[in-house]
């Protein structure tokens, strides 16, 4: 193609040419981030494809659970003297039990009384399996007492203490129950702990993996936003001729 024409072409052309020297820079600068977030961008897009294409019901371990069955609640029979709170729950923790919960304003923690207003005893191991069959489909053999929560666990954000029941024979299927109030707080499977991981490099919060608001995710968010930034001028404020045909 003649100079004259490439002039001309660039004379069309909607923007204004860059310079050399600024195309230089422009082009070091996008390959420099692209480097440097290419990876994390990696991450974001596996991660958001897994979200995407998993049922999140299926990651909650919902479909364990069965239909809560329906129970008439008399009255007459509780005497509970309390003062205040922003919320009374009344519930069944076993067949022919009825536990009542109380949230506490200022702490925001539910207490369980029994119709009586006394704190309830928590479950025994085999009445945590007894309730771990009696809500679920899931079949449970053995039961741990759990009292204290690293920062990462999978029931991370429940009050404590629960009991975890599983099968020795499956013990990557785990349900956490409430020993106060007889609730199945989390269940936990592998693809919840798939989901939890990919949460985590998603969101760039390696401790709880709580924080949607890290110092990480919003740095690299801004560098991923001037790659493609730089990417489309380079695109768009470039132009470029197409070779000649024979």
Do not use: C
Not at 32 to 50: C, D, E, F, M
Not at 90 to 115: A, F, T
Not at 212 to 224: E, H, R, Y
């Amino acid at each position: 193609m003649a100079a004259s024409e490439v002039s001309e072409k660039a004379a069309r052309w909607p923007y204004r040419v860059v310079s050399l020297p600024w195309q230089r820079r422009l082009r070091v600068w996008h390959r420099r981030l692209a480097v440097v977030t290419a990876i994390q961008l990696l991450l974001w897009t596996v991660s958001g494809i897994y979200f995407a294409f998993i049922d999140i019901t299926m990651v909650r371990g919902e479909p364990h659970r069965l239909a809560p069955q329906t129970q008439s609640i008399d009255l007459t029979q509780f005497d509970l003297s309390v003062m205040s709170t922003s919320q009374i729950v009344i519930k069944p923790r076993l067949p022919e039990e009825l536990v009542v919960g109380v949230m506490e304003p200022e702490s925001g923690l539910m207490e369980w009384l029994s119709p009586d207003g006394q704190p309830v005893t928590p479950l025994t191991a085999e009445q945590a399996i007894s309730v771990v069959s009696n809500k679920t489909d899931i079949a449970v053999n053995a039961t741990e007492w759990v009292t204290t929560a690293a920062e990462a666990a999978e029931y991370r954000g429940r009050q404590l203490p629960l009991w975890r029941a599983y099968d020795v024979n499956k013990p990557s299927l785990r349900v956490y129950v409430d020993p106060r109030s007889g609730d199945i707080v989390a269940i936990r499977n592998l693809a919840w702990r798939a989901w939890d991981f990919l949460w985590m490099l998603h969101i760039m919060d390696y401790d709880d993996r709580d924080d949607i608001g890290t110092w990480l995710l919003k740095l690299f968010s801004v560098m991923a936003l001037l790659t493609a930034v730089a990417g489309i001028a380079l695109y768009v404020m470039i132009p470029w001729t197409r070779g000649s045909k024979a």
